[in-house]
């Protein structure tokens, strides 16, 4: 009975979104220089996928995202130098249990000198 229990709760343990930087809905006045997402566990890295678009919806970067080093419940783009405007961070990733977790969210990077105006 035991071992049909501790089944139960690894099949209802789903990796799931913790923290993201950006965050959602960020309103940012310096770009971000990567983007990194942390999740309740584990993730298998050949699965991961994580792109930011800008407002025509095409990918700013070509650069493959990467599970960090120190980290392997947390994944990595990094971006280059982004101009003012609003971005969607779109994100893929299966988590060891086999779950997909697939979801997106805006962050908005400000222009200093009209808000210094």
């Known amino acids: 009975m035991v071992m049909t229990l501790m089944h139960a709760n690894q099949a209802f343990a789903h990796a799931a979104l913790v923290k993201a930087e950006p965050a959602r809905r960020a309103v940012l006045s310096t770009a971000p220089a990567q983007v990194r997402l942390w999740f309740n566990e584990e993730i298998e890295p ?29 994944i990595v783009l990094e971006l ?8 969607t961070v779109k994100f893929r990733v299966l988590s060891v249990d ?20």
């Open 98 to 117: 086999g779950h997909v977790v697939d979801s997106e969210y805006n962050f908005t990077v400000t222009d200093k000198e009209k808000r210094d105006d």
């Open 46 to 74: 050949a699965y991961a996928s994580l792109s930011v678009l800008d407002k025509d919806k095409k990918s700013v970067t070509d650069n493959k995202v990467k599970i960090h080093p120190e980290d392997p419940k947390s």
């Open 80 to 87: 280059p130098e982004l101009s003012s405007g609003r971005y």
